[in-house]
């Protein structure tokens, strides 16, 4: 199975840094890689697809980069609604997997 | 406007069974694959099944290989989790997810439905 590791584990931040988060495959997963938010008590809501290409609807200052095994989201100019648990999934292979989960506090 | 709606959760005993349901609207979910994931409380999220959108791929992880089978009835615009011999380290929010073949993509969620397994 591939293992995917989020880093950090949590972070907290004030409303408008920039954040990053990044996300390693244990093999390479060509771009094959979704990030989710998620908001307590909510469902996860789709960011990114393909490591890079925006869902619709989602906003610009969100951005996905990265392929093979190491990516990155980044959120530009934090707001109180980003603070939220962000989550990485390869699409690669069966079983699919999730990273552990990246937690952004507000500092 | 695009639904995905859970239902079937519940209080059940170890060992016991239950099934749910994912029905779609706003869409045919016939034109979609659908991840079964879920979240044990205060845990992260976990894939549990896909089933493809003919239903000629099913995969399972192996924490549910054996007990738990999943289905669809395009039909019905529904998706479907029986699950047998449930443990108490089944208990969790179960959510279904629509996900486009190509590119690969799971763009939406249901709301989720808990499924707590307790004598």
């Known amino acids: ?107 | 406007e695009v639904q995905l709606v859970e239902s079937g959760g519940g209080l059940v005993k170890p060992g016991g069974s239950l099934r749910l349901s994912c029905a779609a609207s706003g869409f045919t979910l016939s034109n979609y694959g659908v991840n079964w994931v879920r979240q044990a409380p205060g845990k992260g999220l976990e894939w549990v099944s896909y089933i493809s959108s003919s239903a000629i791929y099913i995969y399972y992880a192996d924490s549910v290989k054996g007990r738990f089978t999943i289905s669809r009835d395009n039909a019905r615009n529904e998706v479907y989790l029986q699950m047998e011999s449930l443990r108490a380290e089944d208990t969790a929010v179960y959510y279904c997810a629509r996900e486009e073949v190509w590119p690969i993509n799971v763009d939406f969620w249901g709301q989720g439905t808990l499924v707590t397994v307790s004598p």
């Open chain 1, 1 to 107: 199975d591939i293992q995917m590791t989020q880093s950090p584990s949590s972070l907290s931040a004030s409303v408008g840094d920039r954040v990053t988060i990044t996300c390693r495959a244990s093999q390479a997963i060509s771009n094959h890689l979704a990030w989710f938010q998620q908001k307590p008590g909510k469902a996860p809501k789709s960011l990114i697809y393909g490591a890079s290409s925006l869902q619709s609807g989602v906003p610009s200052k969100f951005s996905g980069s990265g392929s093979g095994t190491d990516f990155t989201l980044t959120i530009n100019s934090l707001q109180p609604e980003d603070f939220a648990t962000y989550y990485c999934q390869q699409l690669h292979t069966f079983p699919r997997t999730f990273g552990q989960g990246t937690r952004v506090e507000i500092k």
